[in-house]
């Protein structure tokens, strides 16, 4: 790594969230007395190494302009896309005149608000001096099973099985040719499979278990204990 070698941050926050039953898209609920994407922006904010946050919002969007964190003067603005990857490529694309290709870009999701510093600090040390990059994971504690309907085929081996979390971290070069690479393509449900299908080995690097994603009604309350207990 030299010296001028900077880390960028991007998060989609285009989603609507339909898992949550809410009258808003997930990242407006409110969580600990503000929004959920809120709180998970002051998480990046804290911890102090990002030149930039790029946020992928849906243009339709009435709530991103009435939120004070969104004329942070590290926040950018990105147009949002229909799929995930879609927005994660705007966001590359809103700071292309600022970044460089070796670069290091850290992408989050909008609905993770109980990452820490310490873990952003702890992948960072982890991936800086490698050759690909990789991702927040958890080893997986649970009996996994093969399922077809809702008949057992078979017991997965856990110990090769990890839960991708966020952020996951790559060279802004590299991952927006990833990315522009595998354009449209279902499999590209994170930023590790679109290197994947390039054939490279993206890196685990294992995160804390409460940098929980909320996707159900119940989560808010969680998320809320972790918050309180951080």
């Known amino acids: 790594m030299t010296d001028t070698t900077k880390f960028w941050a991007v998060v989609p926050a285009a989603g609507v969230g339909k898992r949550m039953n809410a009258d808003r898209p997930k990242q407006y609920l409110l969580l600990a007395g503000k929004t959920v994407l809120e709180q998970t922006l002051l998480r990046l904010l804290q911890a102090d190494v990002f030149s930039a946050i790029s946020v992928a919002i849906s243009e339709e969007d ?30 590359l694309k809103s700071i292309r005149d600022k970044a460089s290709d070796d670069d290091w870009v850290l992408v989050h999701d909008a609905a ?16 800086i001096d490698d050759e690909v990059g990789g991702i927040l994971a958890l080893s997986s504690h649970d009996t996994l099973k093969n399922v077809q309907g809702n008949s057992i085929l078979g017991t997965l081996d856990r110990s090769h099985i990890w839960r991708a979390l966020t952020p ?24 590790a499979s679109a290197l994947e299908l390039l ?13 929980i994603k909320i996707t159900r009604p119940e989560d808010l309350a969680l998320a809320q204990f972790y918050l309180e207990q951080q």
Not at 170 to 175: A, E, N
Not at 199 to 211: A, S, T, Y
């Open 62 to 91: 009435p709530y991103w302009p009435e939120i004070p964190i969104s004329c942070h003067e590290k926040i950018i603005t990105a147009a949002g896309g229909k799929e995930r990857a879609d927005s994660v490529l705007s966001g």
């Open 168 to 191: 996951q971290m790559f060279r802004y070069g590299r991952l927006k040719k990833a990315l522009e690479a595998a354009e449209g393509n279902p499999a590209v449900t994170d930023e």
């Open 199 to 211: 054939g490279l080995q993206p890196k685990i690097v294992e995160g804390r278990p409460d940098n």
């Open 112 to 127: 993770r608000p109980c990452l820490t510093a310490s873990d952003i600090h702890h992948l960072i040390n982890a991936l």
